[in-house]
Nanobody
């Protein structure tokens, strides 16, 4: 079965940078969209960034210009480069694999999450 393992979280000061990684198992990883979501305490999980199998990216307005999502299909790994971090970015960050199963349905796989804390 598919496994997603996040790493790279930690404590950084405002304005700092952090790079998250998501190592993925799966023989057809390269053709599917990968995404990052985050969830702060007391809040719902929210979309952060996504990248298609062809490398097309999308970002939440709150992180545009600061975060960059990328993928290395040879390593079955997705990255999230986070620059100019703000305290509002503090959350658990989750890696997501989105697989369409039919024209109308899909299955989504989630990692266990990695904590990102931005504080002075």
């Amino acid at each position: 079965q598919v496994q997603l393992v996040e790493s790279g979280g930690g404590l950084v000061q405002p304005g700092g940078s952090l790079r998250l990684s998501c190592a993925t198992s799966g023989s057809i990883f390269s053709i599917y969209t990968m995404a990052w979501y985050r969830q702060a305490p007391g809040k719902q999980r929210e979309f952060v960034a996504a990248i298609t199998g062809r490398g097309i990216t999308n970002y939440a307005d709150s992180v545009k210009g600061r975060f960059t999502i990328s993928r290395d299909n040879a390593k079955n790994t997705v990255y999230l480069q986070m620059n100019s971090l703000k305290p509002e970015d503090t959350a658990v960050y989750y890696c997501n694999l989105d697989i369409p199963t039919t024209s109308w349905t899909r299955v989504r796989y989630w990692g266990q999450g990695t904590q990102v804390t931005v504080s002075s």
